[in-house]
């Protein structure tokens, strides 16, 4: 399987940004759309951004539009989640995710989380 590895959480001001990155290995990165989820505490997983391997056109939640980019690099095999103007409610575990084919539809694989801490 893929096996897929976040990094880049941490504990951030409400206004400041933070950087994760997902390393994927395992199978071909350039064939799989890359995607990223949320879970805060008590909440429902949710969708956050994703972006596809064959236009590489993007999409996000509209909670996040404007504040995320999503990005890949398929010379290194990751994918990035630059978030800015982070809020609180930006709090919760965050996976990578990787799709077959051209959209992420529902994830094949999934990472194991990192932590994302946003303090008022």
């Known amino acids: 399987q893929v096996q897929l590895v976040e990094s880049g959480g941490g504990l951030v001001q409400a206004g400041g940004s933070l950087i994760l990155s997902c390393a994927a290995s395992?199978?071909?990165?350039?064939?799989?759309?890359m995607g990223w989820f949320r879970q805060a505490p008590g909440k429902e997983r949710e969708f956050v951004a994703s972006?596809?391997?064959?236009?590489?056109?993007?999409y996000y939640a509209e909670s996040v539009k404007g504040r995320f980019t999503i990005s890949r690099d398929n010379a290194k095999n990751t994918v990035y989640l630059q978030m800015n103007s982070l809020n609180p409610e930006d709090t919760a575990v965050y996976y990578c995710?990787?799709?077959?084919?051209?959209?992420?539809?529902?994830?094949?694989?999934w990472g194991q989380g990192t932590q994302v801490t946003v303090s008022s």
């Open positions: 995710t990787a799709t077959k084919g051209l959209r992420v539809g529902v994830p094949d694989y």
């Open positions: 972006i596809d391997w064959g236009r590489a056109l993007k």
């Open positions: 395992g199978r071909t990165f350039s064939n799989y759309a």
